[in-house]
Structures are given as structure tokens and as C-alpha cells.
């Protein structure tokens, strides 16, 4: 008897581009684009005359590891998970939705066709979970490369209009809402060599933050109707982020460490594994994908943002970020080239 089924063995070599995307396409399936994957582009409905874009890349031994230090192996799941994770972080950054992506995924030729399957279950499942329902699959590129990379582009709208960087005003009160140093948190776990059989329950749920994040899509769209001036999602530590609003906004931005303190605290459990201060990642650490966002003094912020501290007048040439009054490093944080 004869099946159309490829082996469970079989690798992307062994399939070839076709075969690779008949066993993908079928767990990408949406019916909310106008054009899917298949043609030459994909078309997408649109409500608004604006479209945002973002993009962003995950590439093998930069962004993760197949084998962590600590022993973990880093699902293809949580790889195509991230992928959606931090693109529609940046459109609910805007205060939109996103509405649809291109992904382009380059292979080395021995990976395992279960691998792009686990990649892909990845992708479709973030975007349920994490509430990106709107968001469709448009198409994307399928490569040979010397290591894993994968590229999302992800589109999106705003209802309320877009909230941009630019926008904040000397007295507001700047809040985060979501998580704040959990992935830092994760990847100090992941990068020790102590093995992640050791690990509790409390350090399992911060690396998960690392690998699979959660940013808070519902409090981009809720803040831009309640009127933020600005916002941004926090990608590449607290401070760093904290640092590009005050400079597109030519204010400085003064940070009260006490509101933070509830955040290290969440982060014991890594610090007692990795002897790292707590509070180091809530400042420093990326990819919570969370939200840094300013709203004027009077106005009802959503409930789920905590004001850490207020926009005052930037006295000289340069603004600058201050925590209790002292001024941050603003080089301190995650950078690609660092």
C-alpha cells in the first residue's frame, strides 16, 4: 500500500521546497485572508488606509540555541512561537492589531521534516494563544542556509491611530504593563551550565518567558484608546528602551526603582541558581516584549500598567534616563552587535 504521508525521518533534504510546503501550508490555513499562500504575493483585506509593518529575525546561535549550556533543548515549537511573539509585540506597540505575515525560514538540508512541522504547529498556535486571532498567514520564502534563520514580517492596523515614540509630554506618568526582566531572567537559566534537571517549577515558567513570551496584546489597542502619548514595546531591556523614548520625545524619563522591586521579586528563584541580582534583569533584560508606555497626569490609565515614573524637562542637549535621580547607562542593555 502506497501513502502520500512522508516518512516521520524524513529531513528537508530528503522532500525537497515542495514537499517541505505541503507539510507546512496544511498548519497555516487561514480563511480571514482574501489570498493566502500559494501565488507570487498574498493579499490581505484591508478596513483602514494605513497599514503598519514590522519585521524581525531569529537566527540560529544569535537569537537561540538548539542546545542550551544548561542542557535544554530549544524546540522548533518555541522558535515559531517567538517568531509571531515579538512581531505582533511591535504592531501592539503601535497600539494596533495585527492582521497578517510573511514568514521566510532558511534550513540547513538535514533538518528533520518534524522539526518544520513542530515550527509551524509553533506559529499557528501563538497567534490563538496569545490572541492574535486576526492575524493570517499571507505566504512568505522557503531557503537552504548554513543554519536555522527565520524572518516574519507582520502587518497590522489601529483603530484608535497609531501611538508613536515621539509623543511624550513633561508630567506624564510613564507605566510598563506585561512582564519585566522574566526573559533575562530565562536566558541567564539557559546560558548556565547548571542542568535544567535541577530547575523548580518557579525557574521552568522564566525560561519559558524566554522561549515562548507573552507579550500583553490587549494593552496596546486599550492604552491608545485611553490616550497615551507614546509607547513602545520593551525588546531590549528596560533601560535601553526607556532611553530611545526619552530621546525621540526630547525629554528624560525618571525611574523610581521602589515600583520595581515587586518585579524582582518574580525573579528569585533564577537569582538563586545563578547568583545574578534580580533587579539587573528587570533594568536590563530583553525580549518580555512588554510595554513602556506615557499618559498624561489626571487621565484613568488601564488597570494593567504600573506607573514607575514621570516625564520631566531635559536640561541640556542630550536626553537622559534617571533611576532615583542618578542618571542610567543608556549603552547598558541588549544589542545585537554589543
Known sequence: MTTNQPNVD???????????????????????ASLGPGDDAGALRVRGTEVLV????????????????????????????????????????????????????SLPKDTSLE??????????????????????????????????SVTTTVLGECEHGKVLRSGVQVGDRIAVAGRVGAAGAGLSVLEHDR???????AVRRLVQAQCRPVPPLESGPRAAEAGATAMMDISDGLIRDAGRLAKASHVNLELESSVLQ???????????????????????????????????EGLEIPEEFTVIGAAKPANGRRAVVKLDGKVAKPETGFDHFG
Open 54 to 105: 514590522s519585521v524581525d529575525t531569529l537566527v540560529e546561535n544569535q537569537d537561540f540555541r538548539l542546545i542550551w549550556p544548561s542542557g535544554l533543548e530549544h524546540r522548533a515549537y518555541d522558535i515559531g512561537w517567538k517568531s509571531i511573539a515579538q512581531n505582533v509585540s511591535d504592531i501592539n506597540a503601535m497600539g494596533g492589531d495585527a492582521t497578517g505575515a510573511v514568514i521566510s525560514l
Open 262 to 296: 515587586d518585579y524582582a521579586v518574580r525573579l528569585e528563584a533564577a537569582s538563586e541558581l545563578t547568583g545574578t541580582d534580580p533587579m539587573s534583569w528587570v533594568l536590563y533584560g530583553g525580549e518580555d516584549f512588554g510595554l513602556l508606555a506615557a499618559f498624561p
Open 115 to 148: 522539526w518544520v512541522r513542530d515550527f509551524s504547529r509553533g506559529v499557528a498556535e501563538a497567534i490563538q494563544g496569545l490572541g492574535a486571532q486576526e492575524l493570517t498567514i499571507l505566504g512568505g520564502d522557503l531557503g537552504k542556509s548554513q543554519e536555522i
Open 10 to 32: 524524513a529531513t528537508v533534504g530528503d522532500l525537497g521546497e515542495q514537499g517541505i510546503l505541503d507539510a507546512m501550508l496544511p498548519l497555516l490555513d487561514s480563511e480571514q
Open 195 to 201: 542542568n535544567e534537571q535541577v530547575w523548580s517549577r
